[in-house]
Antibody
Framework: EVQLVESGGGLVQPGGSLRLSCAASGFTFSSYAMSWVRQAPGKGLEWVSAISGTGGSTYYADSVKGRFTFSRDNSKDTLYLQMNSLRAEDTAVYYC?????????????WGKGTTVTVS | QSALTQPRSVSGSPGQSVTISCTGTSSDVAGYNYVSWYQQHPGKAPKLVIYDVSKRPSGVPDRFSGSKSGNTASLTISGLQAEDEADYYCCSYAGSYTLLFGTGTKVTVL
């Protein structure tokens, strides 16, 4: 079964840092680009970042560019999102998601999310 | 980039059809045939129900269908069922490996 499990969320003060992880299983991890999508309380979905299968290419939404770093360890089938200089508006549930077929057009598998609160 | 525009809510009785619109620009919806739709029940993760404008993933009922005309994409749910009550989000590729989501629509089954 294809599965994504996020962890690392919690309460952090404004200006602080947090590192999220996402453990993948059930598919050939290194063959797929991956993403982070977030959802602020009571709000809609927001695409945050993407990473290629090798980890050599990363892409970010303007709202997090320069503050967040997306990386992956293909030997551990794990994604990481390093979040620095956190702001109140970064408060959200963070989902990791798998792109389909190596393209960056849609996500076919999602984790259950981990909650980040900046306060 | 601003979020794609969706109606805040739509409703229908069981068995009826509802259609959700998703309006973007030439930089996203109109520029690419890569519109997807996600269903999200309260407290749950999003689930893909339509990709590439009109394709259904395996396991998604055929009462879900998608289309696009110009800068507006649409999701139609035919034969509405109680379990279809959820939030629905459109999403479009917006170039440079980025995605843009819609504002979300709450579907209520009366």
């Amino acid at each position: 079964e294809v599965q994504l499990v996020e962890s690392g969320g919690g309460l952090v003060q404004p200006g602080g840092s947090l590192r999220l992880s996402c453990a993948a299983s059930g598919f050939t991890f290194s063959s797929y680009a991956m993403s982070w999508v977030r959802q602020a309380p009571g709000k809609g979905l927001e695409w945050v970042s993407a990473i290629s299968g090798t980890g050599g290419s990363t892409y970010y939404a303007d709202s997090v560019k320069g503050r967040f770093t997306f990386s992956r360890d293909n030997s551990k089938d794990t994604l990481y999102l390093q979040m620095n200089s956190l702001r109140a508006e970064d408060t959200a549930v963070y989902y990791c998601a798998k792109y389909s077929r190596g393209y960056y057009y849609y996500m076919d598998v999602w984790g259950k999310g981990t909650t980040v609160t900046v306060s | 980039q601003s979020a794609l525009t969706q109606p805040r809510s739509v409703s229908g009785s069981p068995g009826q059809s509802v259609t959700i619109s998703c309006t973007g620009t030439s930089s996203d919806v109109a520029g690419y045939n890569y519109v997807s739709w996600y269903q999200q029940h309260p407290g749950k993760a999003p689930k893909l129900v339509i990709y590439d404008v009109s394709k259904r993933p395996s396991g998604v009922p055929d009462r879900f269908s998608g289309s696009k005309s110009g800068n507006t994409a649409s999701l139609t749910i035919s034969g509405l069922q109680a379990e279809d009550e959820a939030d629905y989000y459109c999403c479009s590729y917006a170039g440079s490996y980025t995605l843009l989501f819609g504002t979300g629509t709450k579907v209520t089954v009366l």
